[in-house]
């Protein structure tokens, strides 16, 4: 599986992104799919994730409230809408797919994007 994340950049505090990544395989909603975040000096962190039929959803707590996974098998893409974001969100953001999503949770996923870089000026 092939990931091809994107839809980061500057925002101020307060302000929204919202992430996509799109996955090449035609069975995409064979995997779920999850987002990661690394922030520099840190090591990479859960962020969300949502199970093959989008019936299971998990957050970090850190961003619970705020942040929402979602999946549109149509399209092959897993989306993370990030609201009220503050300066500690700051990161490149990488999505990941696997066919459990416990794995996927547990950061033992196989298939990892490249990273998009989200900056949250204060």
């Known amino acids: 599986v092939q990931l091809q994340a994107s839809g980061g950049g500057l925002v101020q505090a307060g302000g929204s992104l919202r992430l996509s990544c799109a996955a090449s395989e035609r069975t995409f909603s064979s995997v779920a799919m999850g987002w990661f975040r690394q922030a520099p000096g840190k090591e990479r962190d859960f962020v969300a994730a949502i199970s093959r039929s989008g019936g299971s959803i998990y957050y970090a707590d850190s961003v619970k409230g705020r942040f929402t996974i979602s999946r549109d098998n149509a399209k092959n893409t897993v989306y993370l809408q990030m609201n009220s974001l503050k300066p500690e969100d700051t990161a490149v953001y990488y999505c990941?797919?696997?066919?459990?999503?416990?794995?996927?949770?547990?950061?033992?996923?196989?298939?990892w994007g490249q990273g998009t870089l989200v900056t949250v000026s204060s």
């Open positions: 990941a797919a696997e066919q459990s999503v416990r794995t996927v949770v547990g950061g033992s996923a196989r298939y």
